[in-house]
């Protein structure tokens, strides 16, 4: 362990002026230490803005998407809703030109015009 003498056969005045140096030092060290911290903390404070402005741009973007897929979705259900009706359309055609073909066909028999 080292141990601490304070300066010999100086006078009073003398060992103040060291304990004054030995204060200014050490303030001045404290004072750097603090400019160094606030620049520091400037920087980061300097990052967290830009990225909040990243987050705010993703959040925007995101918010743009998901109008997109509720548009697309929207758009999707009515066309399912307008394929359903010509799905139906296309079975109710098909059954009536089936038993019109059948008519013809008898029709056909009947008068002897049976196309070969």
């Known amino acids: 362990m080292v141990?601490?003498?304070?300066?010999?056969g100086g006078t009073n005045g003398q060992d103040r002026g060291i304990a004054d140096d030995v204060e200014n030092h050490?303030?001045?060290?404290?004072?750097?230490?603090?400019?160094?911290?606030?620049?520091r903390f400037d920087r980061?404070?300097?990052?967290?803005?830009?990225?909040?402005?990243?987050?705010?741009?993703?959040?925007?973007?995101?918010?743009?998407?998901i109008d997109a897929v509720t548009q697309i979705a929207t758009v999707q259900e009515k066309h399912s809703g307008i394929l359903a009706e010509l799905v139906?359309?296309?079975?109710?055609t098909g059954g009536r030109l089936n038993a019109l073909e059948a008519r013809l066909g008898r029709i056909e028999k009947q008068?002897?015009?049976?196309?070969?």
């Open 88 to 92: 139906e359309s296309e079975r109710i």
């Open 44 to 65: 980061v404070e300097l990052r967290l803005d830009r990225l909040d402005g990243r987050q705010q741009t993703v959040e925007v973007t995101l918010a743009n998407v």
């Open 111 to 116: 008068t002897g015009l049976v196309l070969q």
């Open 26 to 39: 050490t303030l001045r060290l404290l004072q750097e230490m603090r400019s160094e911290m606030r620049e």
């Open 3 to 8: 141990e601490f003498r304070p300066a010999q």
